[in-house]
């Protein structure tokens, strides 16, 4: 779902490019099945529109601040 949200990004402001980079792997198992489903997703056109959030996402308004705390000593743009 994600990939595809990019896609549209990328075409809307930039043509349609875009590069994806991999970084990590420290479960392989996982890595390897992300990669397969991004590059499956690149391989196809983007979805037509956004598709709805599933799921619960009620916690994210708690753990969003604490994601932005933890990541603002190395990204200057999270910094309050």
């Keep these: 779902a994600m990939t595809g949200h990019v896609q549209r990004l990328a075409r809307h402001?930039?043509?349609g490019q875009l590069?994806?980079?991999?970084?990590?792997?420290?479960?392989?198992?996982?890595?390897?099945e992300c990669l397969d489903s991004t590059v499956m997703q690149l391989a196809?056109?983007?979805?037509?529109?956004?598709?709805p959030?599933?799921?619960d996402t009620a916690?994210?308004?708690d753990v969003l601040p604490m994601v932005r705390r933890a990541l603002a000593p190395y990204w200057m743009s999270l910094a309050e």
Aim: with cysteine.
């Design 13 to 15: 402001c930039c043509g």
């Design 19 to 32: 590069a994806a980079v991999v970084e990590g792997g420290y479960d392989l198992v996982s890595l390897e």
């Design 44 to 51: 196809k056109n983007p979805p037509p529109e956004e598709a």
């Design 53 to 55: 959030v599933t799921g």
């Design 59 to 61: 916690r994210v308004d």
